[in-house]
């Protein structure tokens, strides 16, 4: 009704203004009955506030003199079960956000309104309310800087005694709702950059700062959520299974990311306050029951979830205090005797190092390294045999730099990468190992048994693994021994072995447009930057299914073995170059002209509906489930690359031509089911029925599903099953004619295809290898 009173008059003006807040003045009680008019009123104040904020100084003027942040205390405080919280809050955070003016802007934070609306007891249980209320702490966090800040604040005799909009925004920090984590860390980061003393005080001292020590908790328990999922015994890789992983880890490193901007602050403070709660809560739980420097304190993650947390923390976080004490831990148990000298340097480096001194000397006390207790320790790979075959104890993570766990070699190895190439890490713990056992020639040896290994793993491990031979092939400061060259040859013929059997599988016409697609994509893969190396894909390999051999169900499988064969045998080639002329090679032009009769060209460039050429085609009849039993022409046909088997019916007024009603690739066509197993066998003809001729149709197209699988052996599921055609012939020799024909034009095809090939295998012969690198420095 008040709205009809003043139709007439502008809805901006500051009579209306006045009269709005009249109204909301004779409010005594917010129930049910008069919800919907308060919260009326109060959008109407907001609006008008918000257009006075930039056009009319006078509004403002009289907002301040009516103290109508005063009438919004009162109605909260008024409030009987009206839920009148969420609006009222909504209106509030629209009205700060929009204010422009510093005088205005002034006035809301001052006379302790705000305070008071923070402070405000609500009930946040069972509603929506809590989206609302921390949305206006953030829009109130936007507007604070070191003038205004002191407005918020309780002060005695310097020292901040409350801070409502910091403790209540607390509350909320292990909030489930995405949205409310982000405000949470949004109105943090907005209150440490103000760089006031006393705010840095405050939140830096007890009660305020147990809150980064429960950040590292809720780390802590992430962490073993992601390693639960990580160590599920599930035999395969599944959709949902990676899914969880990549959500669990994005939450981890998001978490990272906030200690980052945390510590991108700079205050020394807080810096000091949360690298210690990172470090004792965190990094020292995880490093030191893993390399076997104590026991666990209760808080235990598998190895490679432990390499890949830190690992992530040194590349997301970092920082010289979070470095050199992760690098000081690692390298603790190759330091004697060089520990007195270590802890000096130590001492003498940085005050803030001086609590991970006391930390060097428990672990001292503990005797562990080296003890008779920990050679009784069995991990795979702390032995391993030097060219003397004399069995070398290898201690703390040269543990897992050699173990045959493979998702641990690499994992551990990335980390100390991460040390060797931080600018952060100090001389002096640099000079106390230098890194050099990731140049050891047995950690090269360790990889290449990882390319050697049998059944061979998939590509995604083995390009991983290339990218850290690259590395270390770059390092240029051992030579390549004999038995280096030897597991390298072996390996290098087991891709060739494997890429010569998939020119008999069924996608052996792909596999020339295959190795064009993937060649970028592994040139790539080698020349990734450190910097731009996911510690995740540890996580990746952990999970995933690791073999690339055994028996196939569908064509759609056989297409992930093949191209993850033509993977393999391109980084092989690669790797060659790399150690024999230190360079890599240049895509490889692979020349698939080929001119053809003029009638193979007629079939090559056929599709359904289209005219064809019936002089090679032999009559026959099939049957389909929804047009019935049709006289129809087979014509198999290759081309070059190309290759078709053509069912055409004869075209009813040209003789020698035909209109195509089905084609189907000659490549997939000798595939033959025997009980579950999809075995590679020639077309079949019936015995039973010697005029008929099954073939097995290749349904799957990758190209069309544009399937793009980051894991290894991360199958999908089989949408479009394999067809089968049975055709029926006038007699069992034209049966038997067929059946040699597609044999011969699937020859025809297949052995252009090799010619293509055979340059590129000869040419890398990898029997030369040893002759070639020839003292080549590794």
């Excluded at 600018?423 to 047995?442: A, E, F, N, R, V």
Aim: hydrophobic share 40%; proline share 3%; net charge negative.
């Amino acid at each position: 009704m008040w709205r009809t009173v003043w139709r007439s008059i502008d809805r901006f003006s500051l009579q209306h203004f006045k009269y709005v807040i009249n109204e909301l003045r004779k409010i005594k009680v917010v129930d049910q009955h008069n919800r919907e008019l308060v919260i009326d009123l109060l959008q109407t104040i907001v609006e008008i506030v918000t257009y006075g904020d930039r056009q009319d100084p006078f509004i403002f003027e009289c907002f301040m003199e009516y103290q109508v942040l005063a009438e919004f205390v009162r109605i909260l405080k008024i409030s009987r079960n009206s839920k009148i919280e969420a609006p009222l809050l909504q209106y509030l955070s629209i009205m700060i956000q929009n204010m422009g003016s510093e005088h205005a802007i002034y006035y809301c934070l001052s006379n302790d309104y705000i305070n008071t609306i923070i402070a405000h007891q609500y009930d946040f249980d069972g509603g929506d309310l809590a989206p609302y209320y921390v949305s206006f702490l953030r829009a109130v966090s936007g507007k604070i800087n070191r003038d205004t800040l002191c407005l918020l604040v309780r002060v005695n005799r310097d020292v901040v005694t409350s801070f409502p909009l910091y403790t209540e925004i607390l509350k909320f920090a292990q909030h489930g709702e995405k949205m409310i984590q982000t405000a949470v860390h949004a109105l943090t980061l907005n209150i440490f950059n103000v760089s006031d003393d006393m705010v840095y005080q405050f939140v830096t001292s007890p009660p305020a700062s147990q809150y980064f020590s429960d950040l590292v908790y809720s780390l802590r328990e992430k962490c073993l959520r992601l390693d639960v999922l990580v160590q599920a015994t599930d035999e395969t890789c599944t959709k949902q299974r990676r899914k969880e992983i990549l959500l669990e880890s994005d939450e981890i490193v998001d978490d990272l990311y906030y200690f980052k901007d945390i510590l991108s602050v700079g205050e020394p403070r807080l810096s000091k306050v949360v690298t210690q709660d990172l470090l004792n809560l965190l990094v020292f739980p995880i490093l030191i029951p893993l390399l076997q420097l104590r026991q666990s304190n209760g808080f235990y993650v598998s190895a490679v979830t432990s390499l890949y947390i830190v690992s992530y923390l040194l590349v997301v976080v970092g920082g010289k205090n979070i470095v050199n004490a992760v690098a000081g831990v690692i390298l603790y148990p190759y330091m004697t005797p060089r520990r007195d000298a270590a802890k000096e340097e130590i001492t003498n480096s940085s005050s803030d190092t001086h609590f991970f001194l006391n930390l060097l000397r428990d672990m001292e006390i503990m005797e562990i390294v080296g003890s008779e207790s920990q050679k009784d320790e069995n991990i795979n790979g702390n032995h391993i045999c030097g060219n003397d075959d004399v069995r070398l104890e290898r201690n703390g993570i040269l543990m897992y730099v050699f173990s045959d766990n493979h998702s641990l070699l690499l994992a551990s190895l990335l980390l100390l990468l991460i040390l060797a190439e931080s600018k952060d890490l100090d001389y002096t713990s640099d000079s106390m190992i230098g890194l050099s056992d990731i140049q050891d020639p047995m950690v090269f040896y360790a990889l290449l048994n990882v390319l050697a290994s049998q059944p061979p793993l998939c590509a995604l491990i083995q390009w991983h693994t290339g990218w850290f031979m690259r590395k270390l092939l770059n390092f240029q400061v051992m030579t390549l021994g004999e038995q280096h060259l030897h597991l390298f040859n072996t390996s290098y013929q087991q891709s060739c072995e494997r890429l010569q059997k998939e020119l008999d599988g069924c996608w052996f016409d792909c596999i020339l447009d295959t190795m064009k697609d993937e060649w970028e994509n592994c040139e790539t893969a080698l020349k990734e930057p450190l910097k731009s190396k996911s510690p995740s894909f540890a996580l990746e390999l952990a999970v995933c299914k690791q073999s690339t051999d055994g028996n196939t169900n569908s064509s759609d499988t056989a297409w992930e073995i093949m191209v993850d064969v033509v993977k393999v045998f391109i980084l092989h080639l690669q790797l060659k170059a790399l150690i024999s002329k230190g360079e890599l090679l240049e895509k490889p032009l692979l020349d698939s002209a080929d001119s053809g009769t003029s009638n193979s060209l007629d079939i090559a460039s056929a599709s359904f509906g289209s005219d064809v050429y019936l002089g090679s085609g032999i009559p026959c009849r099939i049957a389909f489930s929804n047009a019935g039993i049709r006289d129809i022409y087979m014509i198999p046909a290759a081309r070059g690359l190309s290759g078709k088997v053509i069912l055409a019916e004869k075209h009813p007024f040209r003789s020698q031509r035909g209109v195509v009603i089905a084609i189907a690739p000659l490549a997939g066509l000798r595939m033959q089911l025997i009980s579950t197993t999809l075995h590679l066998k020639q077309p079949t003809i019936d015995e039973d029925h010697p005029t008929w001729l099954h073939l097995w149709i290749r349904e799957f197209d990758p190209r069309s599903k544009a399937r793009k699988s980051r894991g290894c052996n991360l199958h999908v599921s089989n949408s479009a099953l394999d067809g089968r055609w049975t055709l029926g012939f006038p007699s069992a020799k034209g049966c038997e004619i067929a059946r040699l024909l597609i044999l011969e034009e699937t020859y025809k095809q297949r052995s252009f295809i090799k010619s293509l090939l055979a340059p590129l295998l000869q040419k890398n012969d990898p029997g030369n290898l040893c002759n070639e690198q020839d003292g080549r420095k590794l």
